[in-house]
């Protein structure tokens, strides 16, 4: 995966994917993500970007679900992928860890979610 993580760590129009909801949704994470790395040790924001990621892929994949998206499956095997890799962390988060989230949403928004656009 090799797109650049923005610094700031902030969603810019790059991400946009051209569904308000999940670009919506999409900059939440940014935020909920930034403030994991600001706070490592505060697990009620690892919890709250935990709550996040599960609420925002459940999204896509109800839009994948009605838009009979013919890469729902692979799709929903990457974020399930993720999600058991972030529910088995505990704060404190390292910077490794941080890091590793940065770099996997803005590579799935730009490598993976830009390959639905204009399907849903």
Same mark, same amino acid.
């Given at each position: 995966? !090799?797109?650049?993580?923005?610094?700031?760590?902030?969603?810019?129009? *790059?991400?946009?994917?051209?569904?308000?909801?999940?670009?919506?949704?999409?900059?939440? /994470?940014?935020?909920?993500?930034?403030?994991?790395?600001?706070?490592?040790?505060? !697990? !009620?924001?690892? *919890?709250? /970007?935990?709550?996040?990621?599960?609420?925002?892929?459940?999204?896509?994949?109800?839009?994948?679900?009605?838009?009979?998206?013919?890469?729902?499956? !692979?799709?929903? $095997?990457?974020?399930?992928?993720?999600?058991?890799?972030?529910?088995? /962390? *505990?704060?404190?988060?390292?910077?490794?860890?941080?890091?590793?989230? $940065?770099?996997?949403?803005?590579?799935?928004?730009?490598?993976?979610?830009?390959?639905?656009?204009?399907? /849903?």
């Amino acid at each position: 995966m !090799g797109f650049d993580v923005p610094e700031p760590y902030v969603w810019d129009e *790059s991400f946009r994917v051209d569904y308000d909801t999940i670009d919506t949704e999409h900059k939440g /994470l940014f935020v909920a993500i930034f403030d994991c790395c600001k706070a490592p040790a505060d !697990g !009620g924001k690892l *919890s709250f /970007l935990v709550q996040k990621v599960v609420d925002h892929f459940a999204t896509e994949e109800k839009m994948f679900a009605a838009a009979n998206y013919a890469d729902a499956a !692979g799709h929903k $095997k990457i974020h399930d992928e993720f999600v058991a890799k972030i529910k088995t /962390l *505990s704060a404190p988060i390292d910077a490794a860890t941080g890091d590793f989230a $940065k770099n996997w949403l803005v590579n799935h928004i730009k490598g993976i979610d830009t390959k639905y656009m204009g399907k /849903l």
